[in-house]
C-alpha cells in the first residue's frame, strides 16, 4: 500500500490485508536525470544510509531493507553505490534536513533516505524519499509501502523501482519474477522441473517435479498464469499452469501430433504455439478458454517459436523456409510473412520487447551463439553477447535488459541464466541455485 | 568402420547405459520402456539371443540410425537398418514401435524439437514404405534433450543425431 505525503507527516495510509499492493505514482522528475537510451559508460553515484528503524523493528530489518535497495540499483549498472564506509553523515532521523554537503562530500548524487516499522500486528510500514544531492531538491514526492515483515523483499524491490524510475524516467522491473526450468544430474541424464523465483534469484520455489521432461515456461502478460511445454503424456504437449494454486491442465491436441513453444497474446486468451504433424512444424493459435485453433501458416519447412507484438497485431517467429533459419513477421491472423534477419548465420527465437521497439533474438554463426536485438523491420540488429551457447532470450517488462540461457561446453556442461542490458553492457550471472534454463520474466508485480 | 557397427560394439561393450538411454527416462506411452531400463537384455526386454526380443531388436538389428548435421535424410547405412527394422516388425507383431528423434545440442531447443520430429518422420514414412503398418508407429522429437554422448565436439554430436526406434508392446495388429 501506498500513499503520497505531504511532508512532514503522511495523511493516507490505508490497511492491507496480505502481501503488498502499489498505486502507480506519476514520477516527478527533478534536475537529476539519468538518461539511458544511450547506454551508461559511467554509473551514477548514490547512496542508501540505512532506513531508520522505528522503535516496533528490529534493525536487522532496516538494513536489509537498504542493502537490498543498493543492491537493486548497483545491479543494473547504471547505478554505483557509495559504501556506508565511506558516509560522513548518519541519518538518525527520517524528518530531520538531510545534510547535502556530507553527501556532496563523498559524491554521492542521490540519495535515498527511509524509516521502517513494525505495529502490533506485524505489519510493516516503509517510508523512503529520494534525493537530488546537488540541488538539495527532493525527487518526486515521500511515498510508503506497507506490507508483511516476511515480504520486505518485495517492498525493498517497490523502493528500488521507484528510485530507478525517478532517476532514468522508464519503468523499472526490480518487483518481478522469473520462472524457467531447474536443472539438475549430468548432461546425458538431466532431470527438469519447473521452478520460479524473484528476479535476483531470491524466493526459489519449484511449480513441477522432475517425472517428466518440461520445456520453455512463458508467463501469461499479468503474470497469474504460465504456458509451458511438457512430455507428461509421453508426447510433448502444452500446459497451462495457475501460479497461485500451481494446478494444471493440458491443452486440447490432436493425437499423433506434437504441440510446443507457446506463448499467450498480450490479451492473455489466446495461445500462439507450433504443431508438427508429419514431420512438419507450423504456427498455431488457440483461445485458452475454447480450445478452438486456427493455423496460420501451412508451408513444409519448420515454423517455430513464434512471439506477438506488444499490440497483438504481429507475430514474429522463425523459419527455415530459405533453407537457413532467419526471422519473420506476419500479421496476427496469419498470411503473407515479411522476412526481416539478413545477416549471416541461423537466427531464432524472436522475442518481441514489451515496449514494441525491438526483437531479442539467439544467433547461431560460425559455430558461436549470440543474444541480440534488432529494430522490428530488421534494422540495427546488435548482438549483446558471444559463447558457446546462449539462446532463449526474455525481456524484463521495462525492455532495458534481458536473461537469457548460457549453457557451457563440453560432458559437464551446464547451463545457467544470464542477463544483459540491451546496449550489451552488465552481463551478469543470476543466481538461481544450480542448474537453470529456459527464462520467463513475468511483468511488474 | 561404419557407425552402425560402432554402436553395436557400443553397446556390447562398455556403454551399455548411453545405449539404453532412450529407456531410461520411462515417460514414454508405451508400457515396456520402465522394464527395459531397468536392465539390459532381461525381464521383458528379453535375450539378446532370442530373434523375437526387443533386446535382440536393439542390439542385432540395430534400433537407431545416425543423421548428418541438419538435415534429417536417411543415409544408405540407415537405410539398410531400417530395412532389417521393417522385417523385424513384420515378423514381430505382437510388437509396435515409437521412433525417437533427437538432435546434437548445436540449435535452440524450438527448433531442434522440430528437426528431431522430421528425422522420426523420416524413418517412420521409410518403415512404412517397408510394409509396416501406420498404426504400429508413432513419433516423438526429444530435440536436445535427450544426448547419449556428452562431449561438444562431432564424435559425440554424430551419436546423437539419431532416430531410435523403441519397441513397445502393443495390442495386435
Known amino acids: 500500500m501506498m500513499a503520497r505525503f505531504l511532508a512532514p507527516r503522511f495523511l493516507a495510509l490505508l490497511a492491507l490485508c496480505t502481501g503488498v499492493l502499489a498505486i502507480p505514482a506519476t514520477a516527478q522528475n527533478g534536475p537529476l536525470r539519468l538518461e539511458i537510451t544511450e547506454g551508461v559508460i559511467e554509473p551514477l553515484p548514490f547512496a542508501v544510509p540505512t532506513f531508520v528503524p522505528g522503535s516496533g523493528t528490529s534493525g536487522q530489518v532496516a538494513q536489509d531493507i537498504s542493502n537490498l535497495i543498493a543492491a537493486d540499483l548497483s545491479g543494473t549498472g547504471l547505478f554505483r553505490e557509495i559504501p556506508a564506509s565511506a558516509h560522513i553523515s548518519r541519518v538518525t532521523s527520517f524528518s530531520s534536513p538531510v545534510q547535502f554537503a556530507d553527501w556532496k562530500a563523498v559524491n554521492a548524487q542521490a540519495l535515498v533516505t527511509g524509516a521502517v516499522d513494525t505495529d502490533a500486528s506485524g505489519r510493516l510500514t516503509v517510508q523512503f524519499r529520494v534525493w537530488d544531492v546537488y540541488s538539495g531538491q527532493e525527487l518526486g514526492n515521500g511515498q510508503q509501502f506497507v506490507g508483511t515483515e516476511a515480504g520486505w523483499r518485495r517492498i525493498a524491490h517497490k523502493i528500488a523501482d521507484q528510485v530507478y524510475s525517478r532517476i532514468t524516467g522508464e519503468g523499472g522491473y526490480f518487483d518481478s519474477r522469473v520462472v524457467y526450468v531447474s536443472e539438475t544430474g549430468p548432461k546425458d541424464q538431466r532431470a527438469k522441473r519447473l521452478a520460479i523465483m524473484d528476479y535476483d534469484g531470491a524466493n526459489v520455489s519449484y511449480l513441477t517435479d522432475s517425472a517428466s521432461l518440461v520445456l520453455a515456461p512463458r508467463f501469461s502478460p499479468t503474470g497469474d498464469r504460465i504456458l509451458y511445454t511438457s512430455y507428461e503424456s509421453g508426447f510433448p504437449r502444452i500446459y497451462v499452469l495457475d501460479v497461485a494454486s500451481v494446478t494444471r491442465r493440458s491443452l486440447p491436441a490432436q493425437d499423433g501430433t506434437m504441440s510446443f513453444a507457446p506463448r499467450f497474446a498480450p490479451n492473455g486468451q489466446t495461445v500462439v504455439y507450433s504443431v508438427e504433424s508429419g514431420g512438419n512444424t507450423d504456427i498455431y493459435t488457440m483461445d485458452i478458454n475454447s480450445g478452438a485453433s486456427q493455423r496460420l501458416t501451412s508451408a513444409p519447412s519448420i515454423e517455430t517459436a513464434p512471439s506477438f507484438s506488444p499490440d497483438g497485431r504481429q507475430i514474429v517467429f522463425e523459419s527455415d523456409r530459405t533453407g537457413r533459419n532467419q526471422l519473420y513477421v506476419m500479421s496476427a491472423g496469419g498470411g503473407e510473412a515479411q522476412r526481416i534477419s539478413s545477416g549471416e548465420g541461423n537466427y531464432g527465437t524472436p522475442v518481441w520487447s514489451p515496449r514494441g521497439d525491438l526483437i531479442a533474438f539467439t544467433k547461431q554463426s560460425k559455430s558461436r551463439f549470440h543474444i541480440g536485438v534488432m529494430r522490428t523491420d530488421g534494422s540495427e540488429e546488435r548482438l549483446l553477447t558471444a559463447s558457446f551457447l546462449d539462446e532463449g532470450p526474455t525481456w524484463a517488462p521495462n525492455g532495458r535488459v534481458i536473461m537469457f540461457t548460457r549453457e557451457t561446453q563440453g560432458a559437464t556442461g551446464q547451463a545457467g541464466l544470464y542477463s544483459v542490458d540491451i546496449t550489451g553492457r552488465n552481463l551478469r550471472a543470476v543466481t538461481s541455485g544450480g542448474g537453470a534454463s529456459d527464462p520467463s520474466w513475468s511483468p511488474l508485480q | ?173
Open chain 2, 1 to 173: 568402420m561404419t557407425f552402425l557397427k560402432t554402436v553395436t560394439l557400443l553397446c556390447a561393450g562398455l556403454a551399455l547405459a548411453a545405449c539404453t538411454s532412450p529407456d531410461r527416462f520411462g515417460d514414454d506411452a508405451a508400457g515396456l520402456n520402465g522394464g527395459m531400463g531397468a536392465g539390459m537384455g532381461a525381464g521383458m526386454n528379453g535375450s539378446a539371443s532370442d530373434p523375437r526380443s526387443p533386446a535382440y531388436f536393439q542390439q542385432t538389428v540395430g534400433d537407431r540410425v545416425l543423421f548428418v548435421i541438419d538435415t534429417y535424410n536417411l543415409t544408405p547405412e540407415g537405410q539398410r537398418t531400417l530395412d532389417g527394422q521393417a522385417q523385424w516388425l513384420t515378423t514381430n507383431r505382437d510388437y509396435n514401435a515409437v521412433i525417437e528423434g533427437h538432435a546434437d545440442e548445436q540449435g535452440t531447443r524450438e527448433y531442434n524439437l522440430a528437426l528431431g520430429a522430421r528425422r522420426a518422420n523420416s524413418v517412420q514414412e521409410y518403415l512404412i514404405g517397408q510394409g509396416v503398418p501406420a498404426s504400429r508407429l508413432r513419433t516423438v522429437s526429444y530435440g536436445k534433450e535427450r544426448p547419449i554422448e556428452i562431449c561438444s565436439n562431432e564424435a559425440c554430436y554424430s551419436q546423437n543425431r539419431r532416430a531410435v526406434t523403441v519397441i513397445s508392446v502393443g495390442a495386435s495388429s
